[in-house]
């Protein structure tokens, strides 16, 4: 029984935007068409020839023709097609990107591509470090030193079984031919270097998972629709769903200030806050919004039809929760119809999606530095540990006559243990 | 005595584990083959036996009131062991039908990952089964036929991984390890004892030879590359 690690799901489990990961698998299938795929060259090392070699330059010009983009938005892809795990590099291993050039790459094996289900076992990296051990002869590098001896502790109950397991393993893999030997070291080397990378420093760039979870908690919301917007792009060449990338990108508090929606989203927030805003101040914010959007002559007049505009009126005599849900939906047709069309042809968007595809980089100074690396621990986002509170919440009343004081004590220490975390 | 015959019991699931997790790496790939798939599934069967016959072993062993706390220490010791051996194995088996599923063999353009391997996995699969030779024999349709029956014995499986949880009480963090850091840069193969079995011995005699073999190939053509060199 291995007491699995939930807190360093590098499997992600709990983010349904490793969807793209399906459509990736498409892509790489796609690439290995032998006369529509990526053309491949053998690699010659000292005295083995291996085949099966591309070049990055040949990965971006399969990718710019299949998809019709422009060699720098192709650059990008395939850096996330490398970074997911699916092409790794043969040459300067441990950068995960694309490039433009003669380097060559290699496509992983199945079995070493990311997936939703399947999280990645410590168990796993700790025998892949024995083994690696085993092979240069005790002389690891320093993260892997580090991770090995920081596994050897915690997972000291299992150690007998990742020795014994690192050692069959490495024979077994001693029974396979010179070639396919090379291979295989690269693919599982290749693998840890995108599921274990070493601690980077601040001045190169992040790969795509650092990225995405450094803008889960680093980067200001705005970002959040750009990735998305990003996103976009690719699943709309295959799904053609603007309908999902709109409502995603309105769920967001957008406050980036933009002249061609200002009023409306401004609006479309005020509506929200009124329908999920207390009970008392609703009066008081119906009245505040009809006076700055809705009255003739307000300072943020919004364009809506006579007809709404008389039934929002008409309702706001008598104002509840939902007395402007009409004109809500209008703007929201609105917007979506055609200020969402011509936001995504404006240059702003233009601009920020460029930063998306090629974000710039940190410019952390020493202080802010050492702050991130003290603050960087593995704990849970709060929409996990709410699934959890909910889950546990639902297990506790489906047993149903249960000792109420056993729950409502075990309840409240849990309460407790969260407390300090939540007053962050 | 009941000690030594689990320790070879469980060296050889080991073995089967480790030649198995190979075989699985190699499926979707251009070493996949009809030869892999019957490789997959002879492996697999050998490691249900070894699996029902180390856990039989083991429960009787563990039941038994009347032995002394070392020996049950070492017993909890080796239980650890076997549900290792058995976590992994069953996640390679829901892997391999997986993969096994999304990357079928008999239809008429043939998507295989161009990953660089193109040998055949015989050897490995030889050191699993404990035979000199692998001999094939299943149908040319094994590839989804395998299947089904790959379906079922996951089910098996996880039923008795989760029997094993129910009636075996050990504490898995209580177990502390022989093994100190970096104890795989030693050259000792087994459990805990110096080659016990049949089935150790053979693999020995096995690796030496192709030690020897893969030196003298390497002498031979480094020497036929500096020839032409010059």
């Not at chain 1, 025998?127 to 892997?144: D, M, S, T």
């Not at chain 2, 379906?151 to 022989?178: G, H, L, R, Y």
Request: proline fraction near 4%.
């Amino acid at each position: 029984m291995t007491i699995k690690n939930a807190l360093r799901d590098y499997g992600q489990r709990y983010r349904p935007r490793m969807a793209c990961l399906r459509k990736a698998e498409k892509v790489l299938l796609e690439m290995q068409d032998p006369c529509a795929g990526v053309k491949s060259q053998p690699q010659r090392l000292v005295i083995t020839i291996i085949p099966h070699a591309i070049t990055g330059e040949d990965i971006i010009a399969w990718l710019a023709d299949r998809f019709q983009i422009d060699p720098q938005e192709a650059s990008s892809f395939g850096s996330m097609l490398v970074a997911l795990g699916y092409i790794y590099p043969l040459q300067d291993h441990k950068r995960l990107v694309i490039k433009p050039d003669t380097s060559l790459y290699r496509f992983q094996t199945p079995y070493f591509w990311p997936t939703q289900q399947w999280p990645v076992e410590d168990t796993d990296y700790a025998i892949y470090l024995a083994k690696r051990n085993i092979r240069k002869k005790g002389i690891l590098e320093l993260h892997e030193q580090e991770q090995y001896n920081h596994l050897h502790k915690w997972m000291n109950h299992k150690w007998d079984f990742i020795v014994m397991q690192a050692k069959e393993q490495y024979r077994a893999a001693k029974e396979r031919k010179k070639p396919d030997r090379v291979v295989f070291d690269c693919q599982e080397r290749a693998y840890w270097v995108v599921h274990r990378p070493p601690v980077r420093k601040h001045s190169q760039k992040l790969p795509l998972n650092n990225f995405v979870e450094v803008f889960e908690h680093d980067l200001p919301r705005p970002w959040h629709s750009i990735f998305i917007g990003f996103k976009s792009k690719f699943e709309l060449d295959y799904s053609k769903k603007s309908n999902f990338v709109w409502a995603s990108f309105l769920s967001e508090p957008f406050t980036c200030r933009s002249k061609i929606v200002g009023e409306n989203l401004a609006f479309w927030e005020g509506c929200e806050d009124l329908k999920w805003g207390t009970a008392v101040a609703m009066k008081e914010k119906a009245e505040q919004i009809y006076k700055t959007f809705l009255a003739r002559g307000a300072p943020r007049w919004i364009n809506i039809d006579g007809k709404t505009m008389e039934i929002t009126v008409k309702g706001l005599k008598h104002p509840h929760r939902y007395v402007l849900d009409a004109a809500q939906t209008h703007i929201y047709m609105l917007m979506k119809k055609d200020s969402y069309g011509r936001y995504l042809k404006s240059p702003v968007f233009k601009e920020t999606l460029k930063k998306a595809v090629n974000p710039e980089e940190h410019k952390f100074n020493e202080v802010q530095l050492e702050q991130n690396a003290r603050n960087r621990r593995p704990s849970l986002s709060p929409i996990i540990i709410r699934q959890q509170e909910q889950e546990q919440r639902a297990k506790m009343a489906a047993s149903a006559p249960v000792d109420i004081t056993q729950v409502m004590s075990k309840l409240s220490k849990q309460g407790k243990e969260m407390g300090p975390r939540h007053s962050k | 005595m009941g000690k030594e015959e689990c320790k070879t019991m469980l060296d050889a699931l080991n073995k089967v584990t480790a030649c198995y997790r190979h075989l699985v790496i190699a499926l979707g790939s251009t070493s996949d083959s009809q030869n892999l798939r019957e490789e997959l599934k002879k492996t697999r069967k050998k490691a249900q036996e070894l699996a029902v016959a180390n856990r039989t072993k083991l429960t009787t062993l563990l039941k038994d009131k009347t032995i002394s706390k070392e020996d049950r220490a070492e017993y909890e010791r080796l239980w650890v062991l076997f549900s290792s051996s058995m976590e992994l194995l069953e996640v390679d088996m829901k892997r391999s039908l997986e993969i096994g599923q999304d990357f079928p063999l008999k239809v008429p353009t043939r998507h295989l990952i161009q990953t660089g391997m193109t040998g055949n996995t015989n050897a490995v699969a030889a050191r699993a089964m404990s035979v000199q030779n692998m001999k094939y024999e299943a149908d040319s349709n094994i590839d989804t036929a395998d299947l089904r029956d790959l379906q079922s014995e996951i089910t098996q499986v996880s039923q008795m991984m989760e029997e094993m949880e129910m009636k075996v009480q050990v504490a898995p963090w209580a177990v502390v390890a022989k093994q100190e850091a970096g104890a795989e840069l030693k050259s000792n193969m087994s459990v805990g004892n110096s080659s016990v079995g049949v089935i150790s011995i053979c693999g020995l005699g096995k690796l030496t030879r192709g030690k020897q073999f893969t030196f003298l190939h390497v002498v031979i053509k480094f020497a036929i590359f500096l020839l032409f060199k010059c």
